[in-house]
RNA sequence: GGGGGAGUGGCGGAAUGGCAGACGCACCUGACUCAAAAUCAGGCGCCGCAAGGCGUGGGGGUUCAAGUCCCCCCUCCCCCA
């Protein structure tokens, strides 16, 4: 055995036996059904910036596991692939005229042989999947067909969110408001939907789109939610919220006065969650948008209620909704009729309505709601009070109010909104009723009478999936002026996009701009029609890739359900809380949507997710556009992939932020060199027999051996605690250097190789080039990665005495030996004969001995 | 404002209600060396010469015993309004 490591030559050497005895490719193997593990990490973006050290850190989380999961004996499945398609690419192209292709394609095989590769993951790469390989996407126009058949893909047009910087739409999941916005001065432009890609100021547009039908899914997405019991609660808590399930009622609002009885225009119908505050309505708010505008603005409000749309429309709803920002409105000069009192109330438009959400149309409570008591407040409309706050006198009006006509006006300047449970007033036959009943009571009544109903509604919109970008999957259907919108058939796939077309970015689908491919003939008429020239968002691909991996090379289906029901659902699912709603929600949905087709065995797509912390470097989140990426490349040259590896999973728990320390790295270098010494030291001594000296030293080298094989083994089990786990090889391996520095005869060769012998197996999950090359060296044949995880022997962690602290009402003062097997009371007996422990009774009298087996005792005098 | 999470040495971080600070980094001392690096041995929470005292964001409480459990407060991060 050498007796310098020299990671660099070792780790060359067993990537290539890994990859030339193809060891990680798995097939399904029915002997082995129930015994198997799928460890997934997200697939990156193949991205002209390369990989660094924080994308890394993902990747060694989960081969770690799936390394851990083979040595237990476990089938593992451990793929990866590459979220080809996507904007920089084209950017790229646009940028500096490189084909999108070409571009992916040579950072796909740049990462993949030069950076992946060289850190020693333990990928099947058979199974390797890349997005925008007409292999792949011709299933996502698969799907869409299966959803268009099932109605939940639709087009229509809609005012959706515009980036004007990628030019092109955005899902409501992708506008996100940036922190970078968020500082002092800049208050008032805070609250700005932006990209989440380039975080440009997204706009409204309104345009003819493609959408998936995710709120049909709304409600059991919700309840699943709560069948998750191995995601993290914060994960499950967003999408709960995302989702946003509000229930309350519908109520009519009868339009007094209409213009036309025949036309409809007669009532207006909100939505709330509380209905029992209806009798507290002192206004109507419609939404900006709602088309009932346009028919219950009065001609003398006409030229404003314009203007007010005007300066609306343009803003975004983060914007609009945002609580710190200014509530404002203007009347239309309708009056509507209140159902439960029949009081008048009228009609305003507003910015904090949105017409997406509910029915677009709210009911003022300006009493029982912040935002409608400051725009009340704001305007002078008058407040209603209909909750008495618990220990309210119900006889009296609350101080400082005046009565007006139509209800109590309070002095506003000196009240609040009251929006807790109380008793009802004011709310005839429902006076007297505590509010949480009166919510049932007041539905029902609204029911019977023929004006409301009780009513869901979700936060969550439809999916909006088309993209006017040309570096996605082209939507498989065709325009026909005789038979309009008809899906291509199955045969017809894929749908190949065109290679040869103009790069402009501004804001026209560039598939427009060939011409060849747009037109064609309707797949229903043969009539002259034109292709979709939309692509789908990316997030489509990565909603089922998961699923691909079992059968990546299918041409038939996008995968053999009995593969699917061989492997998943995945076990475990790494990678960033970044994703919690946009990508998370979507293959959620796409899992059930897949289940109920019968192609998938569960309708959960992961049975454990984790979400790892970022990598830090000088104090920023580590990125190559910040200037502070470390290069896993410069990492494996200097110290090898196995230092970088062990460092990644020392520094902090893998669900934390990790800072990127230099000398960090250096010092876990030194600790690997001190294992190889010490299995070389093992290794020269071997074959000797034991010392005449050696019996205490071996049995504590035993000890050391199991307990770290426990220690290591509880961590990975427990939690991913890779941290403390190699903490504890190191306390072992610092243990074995103790060992082999004794003097010869107290040396047990027989304990210290069992202990080099654990230390390697122990260290193989996250060091594995190292594991492989000191397992051979021990004299093993196979692979490390396949050999048993060792199973540690308790009758080795058991000792013939044990040393107790002793406190003394509670303060530490003393350490006693007391023979293992001793009982509480002679353990007493030691302890209280302790010379330290008498001089701090000095002569009071004991009250109680308080004895804790195997750790303490605490003696408690007066 | 609502939800999720976090505050422990110079730093990263350990601690099923039971000896706070495992393990590592940095630093200090010593050995080896002409010297340095590497390596090895030792030290390293704060105050104190010491005995001892004080210490897990702050304040209360429960307990023989609290970083850990309960109540109040402060600060920071993330998500949503």
Request: one cysteine or more.
């Amino acid at each position: 055995m050498q007796e310098k490591y020299e990671p660099q030559a070792i780790e060359r050497r067993w990537q290539e036996a890994w990859s030339g005895e193809r060891v990680f490719e798995v097939t399904e193997d029915p002997s082995r059904q129930g015994d198997t593990f799928y460890a997934l990490t997200m697939f990156p973006y193949p991205s002209g910036d390369r990989l660094h050290m924080g994308h890394m850190r993902t990747y060694t989380i989960t081969d770690a596991i799936a390394r851990y999961q083979r040595m237990r004996g476990r089938h593992v499945l451990h793929p990866m692939g590459w979220d080809a398609f996507g904007l920089p690419a084209e950017n790229a192209a646009i940028k500096r005229g490189i084909h999108p292709a070409k571009w992916t394609w040579e950072n796909i095989e740049y990462i993949r042989d030069q950076q992946m590769k060289r850190m020693g993951f333990s990928y099947d790469w058979t199974r390797e999947i890349a997005t925008c390989s007409p292999d792949y996407y011709r299933w996502n126009q698969w799907f869409f067909l299966k959803l268009y058949e099932h109605g939940l893909a639709y087009r229509k047009e809609a005012a959706v969110n515009w980036c004007p910087s990628c030019a092109t739409v955005l899902a409501n999941e992708q506008v996100i408001e940036t922190r970078a916005a968020v500082s002092g001065a800049e208050r008032a432009t805070a609250a700005q939907g932006r990209c989440w890609r380039c975080e440009s100021v997204v706009e409204k547009k309104n345009l003819m789109q493609w959408f998936f039908r995710i709120t049909e899914y709304a409600d059991e997405l919700l309840a699943g939610t709560d069948e998750l019991p191995q995601w993290p609660e914060k994960v499950r808590a967003i999408q709960r919220h995302w989702i946003g399930k509000s229930t309350g009622a519908e109520l009519v609002f009868r339009v007094k006065g209409a213009v036309d009885e025949a036309k409809g225009a007669t009532e207006v119908r909100v939505f709330t969650t509380r209905p029992d505050t209806a009798c507290g309505v002192t206004y109507i708010v419609l939404a900006p948008e709602h088309p009932l505008v346009r028919e219950l603005t009065r001609p003398e409000h006409r030229e404003a209620v314009e203007a007010f749309i005007g300066r609306v429309a343009a803003k975004s709803e983060i914007e609009r909704t945002a609580a710190e920002g200014e509530k404002e409105g203007v009347p239309i000069g309708a009056v509507v009729t209140n159902p439960f009192t029949g009081d008048e109330v009228p009609v305003w438009i507003a910015n904090y309505v949105l017409y997406e959400y509910g029915t677009g149309a709210v009911m003022g409570v300006p009493a029982h709601d912040e935002r409608d008591f400051d725009f009340a407040r704001k305007y002078g409309l008058p407040i209603r009070q209909v909750i008495l706050p618990p220990g309210d006198d119900p006889g009296a009006a609350p101080a400082g109010s005046a009565t007006t006509p139509g209800g109590v006006r309070l002095e506003v300047g000196q009240m609040q909104a009251y929006t807790e449970p109380g008793t009802m007033i004011h709310s005839g036959a429902f006076d007297g009723m505590p509010s949480p009943e009166a919510i049932a009571a007041m539905t029902r009544h609204a029911e019977q009478h023929g004006f409301g109903r009780a009513r869901v509604t979700y936060r969550l919109r439809d999916w909006l999936i088309s993209r006017q970008r040309y570096w996605g999957t082209p939507i498989p259907m065709v325009h026909c002026p005789g038979c309009g919108t008809v899906p291509l058939p199955e045969s017809e796939l894929p749908l190949i996009l065109p290679e040869n077309v103009q790069f402009t970015g501004h804001g026209k689908s560039p598939l427009l701009s060939a011409p060849d491919w747009v037109n064609t003939t309707c797949p229903r008429c043969g009539g002259a029609a034109q292709r979709e020239t939309d692509t789908m968002d990316g997030f489509m691909c990565s909603s089922w890739y998961f699923m691909r991996y079992v059968d990546a090379h299918n041409d038939r289906a996008p995968f053999d359900p009995a593969k699917a029901r061989y492997w998943l659902p995945v076990d475990l699912y790494v990678g960033g809380v970044e994703h919690a709603i946009m990508h998370l929600l979507y293959f959620r949905f796409f899992t059930r949507f897949c289940h109920k087709l019968g192609l998938v065995p569960a309708p959960e797509p992961v049975t454990r997710l984790f979400t790892q912390g970022t990598v830090r470097y000088n104090g920023q989140r580590m990125s190559k556009s910040k200037g502070n990426a470390v290069s896993p490349n410069d990492l494996a040259d200097e110290f090898g992939a196995d230092t970088a590896r062990v460092f990644t999973l020392f520094a902090a728990p893998p669900e934390s932020d990790l800072d990127w320390v230099d000398s960090g790295v250096e010092g876990m270098f030194r600790f690997l060199n001190r294992v190889w010494r010490n299995v070389y030291d093992v290794l020269r001594q071997g074959g000797q027999a034991a010392g005449p000296q050696s019996a205490a030293a071996a049995k504590e080298m035993r000890r050391q051996t199991h307990g770290a094989i426990k220690k290591v083994t509880d961590d990975l089990e427990r939690e991913f605690s890779f941290n403390t786990a190699i903490s504890a090889i190191m306390v072992l391996s610092n243990a074995l250097g103790d060992h082999l520095r004794l003097p010869a005869g107290e040396q047990d060769p027989a304990a210290a190789r069992e202990a080099a012998e654990a230390l390697v197996l122990l260290l193989a999950p996250f060091a594995p080039h190292l594991g492989e090359e000191l397992w051979r060296e021990l004299g093993h044949q196979g692979f490390v990665a396949f050999a048993r995880w060792p199973v540690h022997d308790p009758a080795a962690l058991l000792t013939d005495e044990i040393e107790l602290a002793v406190q003394v009402n509670g303060k530490l003062r003393s350490h006693v030996v007391v023979p293992t097997a001793a009982d509480a009371d002679r353990i007493r007996e030691i302890v209280l004969a302790d010379s330290q422990t008498q001089a701090q009774i000095d002569g009071k009298q004991v009250i109680k001995v308080v004895v804790v087996p195997g750790r303490l005792v605490n003696v408690v005098i007066k």
